[in-house]
T-cell receptor, first 113, second 112 residues
């Protein structure tokens, strides 16, 4: 069973608000990822991290930022949310040695009005 | 760059029908191939994988064979159940790669 948690599960906010999506894992995995999933279900990698103090931008440009101060925690922040940020955000983690198997959280469905 | 192409859904089937979801890939070298499944309201889970040509991955009645000559990794199940209703993602990673490349996903709906 995956031990990776995302909160909140659903979030509805107004334009211009600052938000942070939380992601935590208890498996001690070094690698963590953020994916944005559009309504057509396609997954886009927006951020990833190989360990503490390591963050990289993914394949899809995103106005969000991430931080990795602790191994288990990989929050994603939007400084000023806009309707175009409305999407499902999925967090995942994997071991360094077996980066092929990702464990996913249940996701955060963000709606910006 | 690397890419994965899946058949578009939704795929609607009756219970006990045969399911095939086509997946083809473009990549240099010898990638490992995967199928992930996303049940309603959940994150993705690894369903099966194959790491070299002619390998067959299998799990929960699903199978997929790594075909290098056709660069394909089609997913099959002989008799689907309502509980198989989900979105299925094909993916690859190269031996020296560090990120999975996902296909666009195929939604499957199984009706009783």
């Amino acid at each position: 069973e995956a031990d990776i948690y995302q909160t909140p599960r659903y979030l509805v906010i107004g334009t211009g608000k600052k938000i942070t999506l939380e992601c935590s894992q208890t498996m001690g995995h070094d690698k963590m990822y953020w994916y944005q999933q559009d309504p057509g279900m396609e997954l886009h990698l927006i951020h990833y991290s190989y360990g503490v103090n390591s963050t990289e931008k993914g394949d899809l440009s995103s106005e969000s930022t991430v931080s990795r101060i602790r191994t288990e925690h990989f929050p994603l922040t939007l400084e000023s949310a806009r309707p175009s940020h409305t999407s499902q955000y999925l967090c995942a983690s994997s071991e360094v040695s077996t980066n092929e198997k990702l464990f996913f959280g249940s996701g955060t469905q963000l709606s910006v009005l | 760059g690397d890419s994965v192409t899946q058949m578009e859904g939704p795929v609607t089937l009756s219970e006990e029908a045969f399911l095939t979801i086509n997946c083809t890939y473009t990549a240099t070298g010898y990638p490992s191939l995967f199928w992930y499944v996303q049940y309603p309201g959940e994150g993705l889970q690894l369903l099966l994988k194959a790491t070299k040509a002619d390998d067959k991955g299998s799990n929960k009645g699903f199978e997929a064979t790594y075909r290098k000559e056709t660069t394909s990794f089609h997913l099959e199940k002989g008799s689907v159940q309502v509980s198989d209703s989900a979105v299925y993602f094909c993916a690859l990673i190269k031996a020296a790669g560090n990120k999975l490349t996902f296909g666009g996903g195929t939604r499957v709906l199984v009706k009783p």
